[in-house]
């Protein structure tokens, strides 16, 4: 069985910045892609930024330029630098894995920007 354990959510004021940490645990040989996605309060969830195991990135339109995805292999560990936040930056993100071809979810982690 696979977990993933989201960490570093919280409250910030518009224009400041925060980071989030996703460890991959459980019996894992290899991990594919991994990513953050994000779900507002009544809207549906949406994709922010995504990790190739090689390294390469995607990002929704609305966070480029502001937030940075980045992994560790050898920690099973996923990333996400999040700078200039906004009130719309408000939302549960959550970490996903790509694990030996299944998608796993973490629980969440709440990010509030106010205004």
């Known amino acids: 069985q696979v977990r993933l354990v989201e960490s570093g959510g919280g409250l910030v004021q518009a224009g400041g910045s925060l980071g989030l940490s996703c460890t991959a645990s459980?019996?894992?040989?290899?991990?594919?892609?991994m990513g953050w996605y994000r779900q507002a309060p009544g809207k549906q969830r949406e994709l922010a930024a995504t990790?190739?195991?090689?390294?390469?990135?995607n990002y929704a339109n609305s966070v480029k330029g502001r937030f940075t995805i980045s992994r560790d292999n050898a920690g099973n560990t996923v990333y996400l630098q999040m700078n200039n936040l906004k009130p719309a930056d408000t939302a549960v993100y959550y970490c996903?894995?790509?694990?030996?071809?299944?998608?796993?979810w973490g629980r969440g982690t709440q990010v509030t920007v106010s205004s």
């Open positions: 996903a894995a790509d694990v030996h071809g299944l998608d796993y």
């Open positions: 459980g019996s894992i040989f290899s991990i594919n892609a």
């Open positions: 990790i190739s195991s090689g390294g390469t990135t």
